[in-house]
Nanobody
Framework: QVYLTESGGGLVQPGGSLRLSCQAS????????MDWNRQAPGKQRELVARISSTGAATYEDSVKDRFTISRDWPRNRVYLQMDNLKPEDTAVYYCSTNRGGSTYWGRGTQVTVSS
């Protein structure tokens, strides 16, 4: 059984920061690439950040200089540090990973950026 549980979302003003956390179980976390995705109202879900099993990180262009993905191997945890948040970052943020031919998702955590 794969379990991915996100936390850390909330309401923040433009320019503010949040740190999201994803706790993983049921996978060999050490060898898995981990992703952060988001889905805004009326929009398709999009990949915003990815971190490989070796710690190499990639980002969607709109968040590249503002978000930082990291992972804690001993704790089976992946983080998304979000700085200089903008209203367009408002979305439900999901942690995901691939195993075989399947993608596994957490339930999501809401991030709202508003004055």
């Amino acid at each position: 059984q794969v379990y991915l549980t996100e936390s850390g979302g909330g309401l923040v003003q433009p320019g503010g920061s949040l740190r999201l956390s994803c706790q993983a179980s049921g996978i060999n976390f050490k060898i898995h690439t981990m992703d952060w995705n988001r889905q805004a109202p009326g929009k398709q879900r999009e990949l915003v950040a990815r971190i490989s099993s070796t710690g190499a990180a990639t980002y969607e262009d709109s968040v590249k200089d503002r978000f930082t993905i990291s992972r804690d191997w001993p704790r089976n945890r992946v983080y998304l540090q979000m700085d200089n948040l903008k209203p367009e970052d408002t979305a439900v943020y999901y942690c995901s990973t691939n195993r075989g031919g399947s993608t596994y998702w957490g339930r999501g955590t809401q991030v709202t950026v508003s004055s």
